[in-house]
């Protein structure tokens, strides 16, 4: 949920990278700031990784312009959190 004290909102990856190319992508990846947390996780994709950004707007282009382009992505799946929803 959007953090109410200075706007920022979550966005994750699920990553898996390309064996042997670790090192370039950590490397990468540790250079944004935006990036605030990596996980490692077993069972279809190699690691986790927390965003925070100013808005939706904003994580879709740190997702796409940031992450998504360092070295060694073989896939990538994104969430961006959203706010409430209202079912009718």
């Known amino acids: 949920m959007m953090n109410q004290q200075n706007g ?4 994750y990856a699920l990553l ?7 090192r370039r992508f ?3 990846l ?7 947390d990596t996980y490692f ?6 690691y986790l ?6 808005g939706p707007e904003d994580l ?6 940031k992450i998504r382009t360092l070295p060694g992505i073989e896939r990538m799946a994104t969430y961006i959190e959203g706010r409430h ?3 009718a």
């Open 30 to 36: 540790y250079d944004i700031p935006e990036v605030k």
């Open 85 to 87: 929803l209202h079912l």
């Open 26 to 28: 950590f490397s990468g």
């Open 16 to 22: 898996t990278v390309e064996p042997g190319a670790e």
């Open 60 to 65: 879709a282009e740190i997702m796409m312009h």
């Open 41 to 46: 996780i077993v069972d279809g994709y190699e």
């Open 8 to 11: 920022e909102l979550r966005g």
């Open 49 to 54: 990784v927390t965003v925070k950004g100013k």
